[in-house]
């Protein structure tokens, strides 16, 4: 039961280039969308967060695209930073206003960023 | 900044065992969550809780699991008598409100053996 998908497991980009991080979701119900970052043998961490009446939300240089008739959501790092190097989750929820309540993963990209 | 701390950082224990997590959450957060990642997997939604009471729970979370806030500050998962397949990260939450993201701590990782 695969509700939300990230089909790359892994991606490389060079120090100072554009990452972009996929992820697909097959739930029309969900209307809450985030990004955490993990590092290993830490928990995940909140990145940025979109809802279903935008198509984009930027903070600093992270941005996320919503493009809810492809059902479909992505992560923009500009420029990447070797500190950048962790796993991404893409996680959805469904609620009244959006709630963050019984977040759905998908099972992450492994981001480098080469010096 | 303020974190959710969990213990202990790593959990081992004999198939058939009780075991407790620990979680103390964000001092003002109202909202509490267990997820779970069991190696190479997602990682899972088990319960929410609000208001000293399970607020939401997965097809995971059945009987053998167990949910507590004993006080102002602690939160707890209780796994009555281990499997092998819990083995897994455990992972504490907490949100301020529905509407905002959770904070996760750093787990636990609990090996059955």
């Known amino acids: 039961d695969q509700q939300v998908k990230q089909n790359s497991p892994s991606l490389s980009v060079q120090e100072g280039r554009i990452s972009i991080l996929n992820c697909d979701y097959t739930?029309?119900?969900?209307?809450?969308f985030l990004w955490y970052k993990k590092y290993p043998a830490e928990g995940p961490t909140f990145l940025i967060s979109i809802s279903s009446i935008k198509d984009k939300n930027e903070d600093g240089r992270f941005t996320v695209f919503l493009n809810k008739s492809a059902k479909h959501l992505s992560l923009h790092i500009v420029p990447s930073q070797p500190g950048d190097s962790a796993v991404y989750f893409c996680?959805?929820?469904?609620?009244?206003?959006?709630?963050?309540?019984?977040?759905?993963f998908g099972k992450g990209t492994k981001l480098t960023v080469n010096p | 900044e303020p974190e959710v701390t969990q213990t202990p950082s790593h959990q081992v224990t004999q198939m058939g065992q009780e075991v407790i997590l620990r979680c103390v959450p964000i001092s003002n957060h109202l909202y509490f969550y267990w997820y779970r990642q069991i190696l190479g997997q997602k990682v899972e939604f088990l319960v929410s809780f609000y208001n000293n009471e399970i607020s939401e729970k997965s097809e995971i979370f059945d009987d053998q699991f167990s949910v507590e806030r004993p006080d102002g500050s602690n939160f707890t998962l209780k796994i009555r008598s281990t499997k092998l397949e819990d083995s897994a990260m455990y992972f504490c939450?907490?949100?301020?409100?529905?509407?905002?993201?959770?904070?996760f701590g750093n787990g636990t990782r609990l090996t059955v053996t």
């Open positions: 996680a959805a929820s469904e609620g009244d206003q959006g709630g963050s309540e019984k977040l759905v």
């Open positions: 739930n029309s119900m969900f209307d809450y």
């Open positions: 939450a907490s949100s301020l409100s529905p509407n905002s993201p959770l904070h």
